[in-house]
């Protein structure tokens, strides 16, 4: 095909309708409700959704979630001059140099927690905050950096010695705890994470009834660790599956309690 006409069908075809048929005008119609987002992609996605369920309004409801979960990985951001702590949420370990029972042996810290305490030190260094760091971070702060006014949040052992590794929600819960009998509140959180994780661990934060936001302007750690005791940490495909669908489980208890607060 000559060129100019093979360029002319293919953007013919890119405008194209993706459903079977022509576009139903009720989905067309959706995507120009008030209530949804401004980028083509939010619209584009209401419009289809509607489409394949046959119900504008439950599109216009459940596209900008799928369009939050999916598509948007930024937190919201704060400058560090705001904050009145930091929260540091680990990603992956490693499992235990000496060998033993994993379950009964503490993991390594392992390169991206080591990272990540980097990254704290570094925003330390602009403002000196108390720092509620999770154990794998906080090792690194200590040996490291001999940081001040750093609490570890530990994983639970119980009386046999077995390991439970707080969930970044148990972490959230252990930092809400300790910061009740301040006298000032619960205070805004500075929130330090893995690139792709620390979006949920602001929501996550939020949702344990403090302020949290990203610190403005630092860049957060975003190189996988093949060799992460977590599998679901290793790679990148994998663990973006892991973290919508801890987003998704998250919204879906948040609007049950709305809409069904007696249960």
């Known amino acids: 095909m000559e060129r100019r006409k093979f360029t002319a069908a293919l953007s013919a075809a890119a405008g194209a309708p993706v459903l079977f048929g022509a576009t139903p005008a009720y989905a067309r ?49 704060a400058r560090v001059e705001t904050f009145d702590f930091l929260v540091g949420y680990a990603f992956g370990n490693r499992a235990p140099a000496g060998g033993g029972d994993p379950a009964k042996v503490l993991y390594e810290p392992g390169p991206v927690n080591e990272q990540l305490a980097d990254t704290i030190a570094r925003i330390r260094a602009r403002r000196t905050v108390p720092v509620f760091a999770q154990w794998e971070i906080a090792r690194f702060l200590e040996s490291k950096y001999r940081m001040s006014q750093v609490v570890s949040i530990e994983p639970e052992i119980a009386a046999d010695g077995t390991i439970t590794y707080l969930s970044t929600d148990g972490v959230a819960a252990q930092i809400e705890q300790a910061r009740k009998g301040n006298p000032g509140g619960l205070g805004r959180a500075g929130v330090v994470g893995f690139r792709d994780h620390v979006k949920r661990c602001v929501l996550t934060t939020r949702g344990r009834n403090m302020e949290a936001f990203a610190p403005e302007g630092f860049e957060m750690p975003g190189t996988y660790d093949p060799e992460s005791g977590q599998i679901w940490t290793r790679r990148r495909d994998l663990y973006l599956v892991h973290d919508m669908t801890a987003q998704w489980t998250m919204l879906k208890t948040r609007l049950g309690a709305e809409l069904y607060p007696n249960g």
Not at 29 to 44: F, I, M, N, S
Not at 65 to 75: A, K, M, R, V
């Open 29 to 77: 119609d959706a995507a120009h409700h008030p209530g949804v987002g401004g980028t083509r992609l939010e619209r584009d996605m209401v419009t289809a959704l509607a489409g394949e369920l046959e119900d504008g309004a439950t599109a216009r409801r459940v596209a900008p979630w799928s369009y939050d979960i999916g598509f948007d990985w930024s937190p919201p951001t």
